[in-house]
């Protein structure tokens, strides 16, 4: 279990609000773009079948979707090149976060993620100074109500690392962990057993956390994590600490 980031718990929530305000569209759609450079053909491409899977969850028009997945493969060129880049900081405390951008223009991608730590207390890092604390996983989400002995049998089937169960007001279901090359088989195995996917991905997790039981602390992280996580370059922030349910309701109420 050792690694969970309670971040993955509580951008699920966000998650739902973002969609609202269309910030999903233009997240998912670069990932269709990058996908689709190793193969417009999503049948021979798990990444892009995995993010089109992705963009339809989040009710992104089919047209978005061709149009992403042409720009990426190179059918339609606008004359703007997206670029991934890792960067890596601290938050309050010396917490590490990690995040993963799709960008245009790495100069305007830096100043606004250097903006964003020194607003919320945090600073941006040099490469290598936290990526050492993160190994890169293969996660499946599984929504639903969970037969433990199922999934362990599945899991076992599909050569998963681990699973955590996850019983929230708002989600019910299980995160199963897998090294990132067998994603793609544990994910056929786990729909196979019947388990209803909601999302496949692919998340970095430390190796080590941090419990944070200072609401002070807790609510200047929780404010960096959605500052960077609002930022349009931004595809994925994940941080190694861990904060208690009830601290994160109080802190965010």
Same mark, same amino acid.
């Given at each position: 279990?050792?690694?969970?980031?309670k971040?993955?718990?509580?951008?699920?929530?966000?998650a739902?609000?973002?969609?609202?305000?269309?910030?999903?569209?233009?997240?998912?759609?670069?990932?269709?773009?990058?996908?689709?450079?190793?193969?417009?053909?999503?049948?021979?491409?798990?990444?892009?079948?995995?993010?089109?899977?992705?963009?339809?969850?989040?009710?992104?028009?089919?047209?978005?979707?061709?149009?992403?997945?042409?720009?990426?493969?190179?059918?339609?060129?606008?004359?703007?090149?997206?670029?991934?880049?890792?960067?890596?900081?601290?938050?309050?405390?010396?917490?590490?976060?990690?995040i993963?951008?799709?960008?245009?223009?790495?100069?305007?991608?830096?100043?606004?993620?250097?903006?964003?730590?020194?607003?919320?207390?945090?600073?941006?890092?040099?490469?290598?100074?936290?990526?050492?604390?993160?190994?890169?996983?293969?996660?499946?989400?599984?929504?639903?109500s !969970?037969? =433990? #002995?199922?999934?362990?049998? %599945?899991? $076992?089937?599909? /050569?998963?690392?681990?699973? +955590?169960v !996850?019983? =929230? #007001?708002?989600?019910?279901? %299980?995160? $199963?962990?897998? /090294?990132t090359?067998?994603? +793609?088989?544990?994910?056929?195995?786990?729909?196979?057993?019947?388990?209803?996917?909601? /999302?496949?991905?692919?998340?970095?997790?430390?190796?080590?956390?941090?419990?944070?039981?200072?609401?002070?602390?807790a609510?200047?992280?929780?404010?960096?994590?959605?500052?960077?996580?609002?930022?349009?370059?931004?595809?994925?922030?994940?941080?190694?600490?861990?904060?208690?349910?009830?601290?994160?309701?109080?802190?965010?109420?």
């Amino acid at each position: 279990m050792a690694g969970h980031s309670k971040w993955a718990n509580i951008k699920r929530q966000k998650a739902r609000v973002d969609a609202v305000k269309g910030k999903v569209f233009a997240k998912v759609s670069r990932q269709i773009i990058v996908a689709a450079r190793s193969g417009a053909d999503p049948a021979g491409n798990f990444q892009l079948r995995t993010a089109i899977e992705k963009a339809k969850e989040a009710g992104i028009p089919n047209d978005n979707i061709e149009r992403a997945i042409a720009k990426g493969s190179g059918q339609l060129n606008d004359g703007s090149q997206l670029e991934e880049i890792r960067y890596e900081g601290y938050g309050v405390g010396g917490i590490a976060i990690l995040i993963e951008a799709l960008t245009d223009n790495r100069n305007r991608t830096a100043a606004d993620l250097r903006s964003a730590f020194t607003k919320n207390g945090g600073n941006l890092g040099e490469t290598g100074c936290v990526s050492w604390m993160f190994d890169q996983k293969g996660v499946m989400t599984i929504k639903g109500s !969970i037969n =433990e #002995d199922e999934l362990l049998e %599945a899991s $076992v089937e599909g /050569e998963a690392e681990y699973y +955590e169960v !996850i019983s =929230e #007001d708002d989600f019910q279901g %299980a995160e $199963v962990f897998t /090294e990132t090359t067998n994603l +793609e088989n544990l994910s056929q195995v786990l729909r196979e057993k019947g388990f209803d996917v909601s /999302e496949v991905e692919f998340r970095w997790i430390s190796s080590n956390t941090v419990e944070v039981t200072d609401a002070d602390q807790a609510r200047s992280l929780l404010k960096l994590m959605n500052a960077l996580d609002d930022l349009d370059d931004v595809q994925n922030v994940t941080a190694n600490f861990d904060i208690a349910n009830e601290l994160v309701s109080s802190v965010l109420v």
